[in-house]
């Protein structure tokens, strides 16, 4: 099993740009999250889905839109992309039920000029 | 509102110490608690997850413990290593629908050698 995958590692925009993340999981898990990453800030949601078809906003979803079409696949997309919005993101997995854990993929490290 | 605060931010201990790592959440109401570590520059790495009918897990050398009606967790760290140096986070798993996990900002360990 590759886990939880990200496409691209790293990326670097100029503001107004677009762009989308892809966040793969092959544990057929049915939640899945997006979180950015920001010095002294620690890790916050932005957007989540629990299950196919289905998505919502986390703390931060300004900015950003996310997809879930198929179980396996979530993208985060930035229509316009600012220099706020400069971070390392992560996405996650969890299989569905109480007690199981979280499952993360290795990260995106985006730069927004 | 769940809040996550994890005190220290930041710890340096010298080399073979037993060390002990806090996090404290704001509603007892959650499902369970899961630490994770942190390496520079990569992804999350799930080191325990309690369930909220636990009140402990152990795994080698470390040891999470849970006290949910005060809302407070510890991670003991035993005869630390070097290889420990890292940001441990801690997340709760909220009960209720919304299936959100909500994270601590992280201490930041560093073991001299």
């Known amino acids: 099993n590759a886990g939880v995958t990200q496409t691209p590692k790293f990326r670097v925009l100029k503001t107004g740009q677009s762009m989308t993340l892809l966040c793969a999981q092959d544990?057929?898990?049915?939640?899945m999250y997006w979180y950015r990453q920001d010095p002294g800030m620690g890790l916050r949601l932005i957007h989540y889905?629990?299950?196919?078809?289905?998505?919502a906003k986390g703390e931060v979803p300004d900015g950003y839109n996310v997809s879930r079409l198929k179980k396996q696949n979530f993208l985060l997309g930035l229509e316009s992309a600012a220099p706020s919005q400069t971070s390392v993101y992560f996405c996650a997995s969890v299989m569905r039920g109480r007690n199981n854990e979280q499952f993360f993929g290795p990260g995106t490290r985006l730069t927004v000029l | 509102k769940q809040e996550v605060t994890q005190i220290p931010a930041a710890l340096s201990v010298p080399e073979g110490e037993n060390l002990v790592l806090n996090c404290s959440f704001t509603?007892?109401?959650?499902?369970?608690l899961q630490w994770f570590r942190q390496d520079p520059g990569k992804g999350l790495t799930s080191l325990l997850l309690i369930q909220s009918s636990q009140r402990e897990q152990t795994s080698g050398r470390l040891n999470a413990s849970l006290d949910k009606s005060s809302g407070r967790s510890t991670l003991y760290i035993a005869a630390s290593q070097p290889g420990d140096s890292a940001t441990y986070l801690c997340?709760?798993?909220?009960?209720?629908?919304?299936?959100?996990?909500?994270f601590g900002k992280g201490t930041r360990l560093h073991i001299l050698p």
């Open positions: 544990m057929n898990h049915e939640y």
């Open positions: 997340a709760v798993r909220r009960m209720n629908r919304d299936d959100k996990i909500i």
């Open positions: 889905s629990v299950g196919e078809g289905t998505t």
């Open positions: 509603d007892s109401a959650i499902y369970n």
